[in-house]
């Protein structure tokens, strides 16, 4: 039994293959239709519908390129199930190399906390409503790639709902295999793409690695879209058997620090360190070069990012911090 051919935008099936395309999210102000790239890949075999997005914030590009490294690889004669793909999803905040929309007025803006979306709502909104339609109708399994600040962040988030929503959810997580991940609780991150998505039964989880803009390698592209492969291997989409790469440590909150003054900054620490109450994050200096003291964490945790630096401005993120990592738990 095939798959049931499926639009997106103008993006249409026509049995298994590539269908690629556009999505209209809105209007820029000359009328013409703000559009985001749609790739469908369609197995030769019935199975289920993996979504993927990157750029909900328009910079954070590594997610961009793991879906691009992804996608090469698949052949659908291999493929149980098909892969709906939004690579650049906050199209016009991707073409100008920021977080939010540049078009974005007085609705916040942060694509990422505005799912389900409202129709005729704040721009930013109407994205949210646009793509949360076609992704609520078609999947059934849900990644979303996100970036922080440099090139060695690795780490994830799945939707820890009751039932078989969250239980798919972790077998998503633990196939992904980053080590610090967090079981999101269903009070955390309200209007994310993927909390939306479990809370209507799809399992779904966030992938942070890499940095914003260019700061991410190619060896995170690479592993990122074998583990991507892997989280399908694990969910019936190629064959194979699943690679276990080891226990994930779940913590169950984060805290983002803000920096309390600014200077030139020097990190000491790196992401996935672990650090204690009073841990030494980074020495500031002054415009003269003189030593300015120390920023020191008030938690104690894991680093999930961590300020590059070279300069810091008063309340920018320093760091943010796993909370009550669980070893050792498969």
């Not at 540049?102 to 694509?111: K, L, Q, T, V």
């Not at 939707?159 to 798919?168: F, L, M, Q, R, S």
């Not at 009073?278 to 020191?296: C, H, Q, S, V, W």
């Amino acid at each position: 039994m095939s798959l049931q051919d499926i639009k997106i935008g103008d993006a249409e099936t026509m049995g298994p293959g590539v269908a690629t395309g556009r999505l209209k999210l809105a209007d820029y102000p000359d009328g013409s239709p703000m559009a985001t790239p749609v790739i469908i890949v369609t197995g030769e075999k019935p199975g289920k519908t993996l979504w993927l997005h990157g750029c909900v914030h328009g910079n954070e590009y590594c997610g961009t390129f793991i879906i691009h490294e992804l996608l090469r690889s698949l052949d659908p004669a291999e493929l149980s199930g098909r892969v709906v793909a939004l690579p650049a999803l906050n199209i016009t905040a991707f073409n100008k190399n920021q977080r939010l929309s540049p078009f974005e007025g007085y609705g916040g803006g942060d694509m990422n906390r505005c799912f389900p979306g409202v129709e005729g709502g704040p721009l930013t909104s109407q994205f949210a409503f646009a793509v949360y339609t076609e992704m609520k109708k078609h999947a059934d399994l849900f990644v979303d790639f996100h970036t922080a600040m440099t090139p060695d962040v690795n780490w994830a988030l799945y939707a820890a709902y009751g039932g078989e929503t969250g239980k798919v959810s972790r077998v998503l997580a633990k196939a992904w295999g980053y080590r610090d991940t967090l079981a999101t609780p269903t009070d955390m991150l309200v209007g994310s793409a993927f909390m939306t998505a479990a809370s209507d039964g799809i399992p779904s989880m966030i992938v942070e690695a890499g940095g914003k803009g260019p700061a991410f390698t190619r060896e995170t592209v690479e592993d990122g879209a074998e583990r991507l492969r892997n989280v399908m291997r694990a969910a019936g989409l190629l064959d194979g058997d699943v690679t276990d790469y080891g226990p994930i440590a779940d913590f169950d909150r984060f805290e983002w620090v803000s920096a309390p003054r600014g200077g030139l900054f020097q990190p000491m620490v790196k992401c996935g360190d672990s650090i204690e109450v009073g841990t030494r994050l980074g020495r500031f200096y002054d415009i003269y070069g003189d030593d300015d003291g120390f920023a020191e964490s008030p938690r104690k945790g894991i680093v999930l990012a961590i300020h590059p630096g070279p300069i810091m401005t008063n309340g920018e993120t320093l760091v943010h911090i796993g909370l009550n990592p669980k070893e050792n738990i498969l």
